[in-house]
């Protein structure tokens, strides 16, 4: 029996290409192969990528660890439970939260509502408190404060749809109903976290027809309130998504169901100013996927594996995106959040028009290497920060959600 969770996209369709400019670069693909429908998160400098369904629709429970500067994998502990795909994933503090997916067993197919943490530091997995209700993949999913949040969904194979929001307090290991989702448009969404609101875009009316929206959401966990947001290009679900840099990040995934038609593009959101601009896609311009992992480390975004559907066979590979100058900005002209001066530096930088709070200096693997408090709001005091004992390469400096490139004595 075929998975419940992509089964809606199994029909031969059109092919979208989208020809813009964009940075790609082929990096090494995941030991283990190919996997649609997998997890996907990053800590300390690393990419992180587990579950995901094989060839044979067979769901997998391995966890492994991807160095950006080594270009190499690590494998990690797997998860004891049986293998899934379409979990939904958050990260808070040093833990990884794997929520519901769906299970394989003897040709059957189970949606399930558990919840597991992974200890990056321990290399080691815990059940906690489980979902309340019934079993749902294809959820969405973000963390804002101290909290995580898991809504929508569906439990494919008992065709119920989920518009619920619920709120996970790891401390207490208790989940607290929120405000449900505003539409019907709960599953199989792109879903992400920006300036401590979560974003809910694009999805499926799973259970009503199985249409697609290019509807956005934003979540206001203060307010408990959802409003609308600037509509993706078009309509979308089956995709990717992740946050870096202060903008939200969408890749790939299908624009429709019957015909389908797969989404060649990368799309970056920018919430400042409510729009969308669009980038190409990886890969092959034949290549037509739905569900790949994606992930976002320094300047760049991480895509990899899915499913082809023109063949309808995992994609086996690694690609990485690098963002243009609309998301990392150079910081030599006036722009959104600070700027920096000299660009590039050599034993000194000087911060400017940044906020009272913790800039960060990171290098290429993502490790924190300097860290500066700002006192003072006000835009116009000048902030040195000493870059003397730095090695000679790139780094990216962050502010709140913004983030720079900062090139150091090259």
């Not at 499926?204 to 993706?232: C, E, H, I, K």
């Not at 739905?290 to 690694?318: C, E, K, W």
């Amino acid at each position: 029996m075929k998975k419940m969770w992509f089964l809606l996209g199994l029909v031969l369709g059109t092919l979208i290409v989208q020809a813009q400019p964009g940075t790609w670069q082929a990096r090494t693909a995941r030991p283990m192969g190919g996997r649609a429908g997998a997890f996907a998160f990053t800590h300390n400098g690393l990419g992180y990528v587990g579950g995901g369904d094989d060839d044979n629709l067979n769901g997998s429970s391995d966890l492994w660890a991807y160095d950006p500067v080594a270009d190499t994998w690590t494998q990690r502990a797997s998860l004891p439970a049986a293998g899934r795909a379409a979990a939904a994933v958050f990260v808070l503090g040093g833990s990884a939260y794997v929520a519901g997916g769906e299970l394989s067993s003897s040709g059957s197919t189970v949606d399930v509502n558990e919840l597991w943490a992974y200890d990056l530091a321990a290399n080691a997995w815990a059940a906690r408190a489980p979902i309340p209700g019934a079993g749902r993949a294809a959820a969405f999913a973000f963390a804002l404060g101290n909290l995580g949040y898991v809504g929508g969904g569906a439990d494919f194979p008992n065709a119920v749809q989920h518009t619920d929001l619920w709120a996970y307090d790891p401390v207490a290991d208790t989940w607290t109903p929120r405000a449900g989702f505003p539409t019907g448009f709960a599953t199989l969404p792109a879903s992400f976290a920006l300036g401590g609101a979560g974003y809910v875009a694009g999805g499926s009316n799973f259970g009503m027809g199985s249409a697609l929206t290019q509807q956005v959401w934003r979540y206001d966990p203060v307010a408990d309130q959802w409003s609308a947001r600037a509509p993706l290009p078009r309509v979308r679900a089956y995709g990717s998504s992740l946050a870096l840099g202060g903008y939200g990040v969408v890749v790939e995934g299908l624009a429709s169901l019957q015909p389908a038609v797969a989404v060649r593009d990368l799309l970056l959101y920018d919430p400042a100013a409510d729009s969308w601009t669009q980038y190409p896609a990886p890969g092959s311009p034949s290549l037509a996927r739905m569900a790949p992992y994606a992930f976002g480390l320094g300047n760049r975004v991480y895509v990899g594996s899915g499913m082809d559907m023109t063949n309808f066979s995992v994609i086996d590979d690694l690609w990485a995106f690098t963002l243009p100058p609309l998301a990392v900005r150079d910081g030599r002209a006036e722009a959104e959040g600070f700027t920096l001066a000299p660009n590039p530096a050599g034993g000194q930088v000087w911060l400017r028009g940044a906020g009272a709070g913790v800039v960060t200096v990171l290098d290429a693997r993502g490790r924190v290497v300097r860290t500066v408090e700002r006192r003072s709001a006000a835009a116009a005091q000048d902030v040195p920060v000493d870059l003397r004992d730095l090695p000679a390469g790139v780094y990216v400096v962050r502010c709140g959600e913004v983030m720079k490139r900062l090139v150091v004595g090259l």
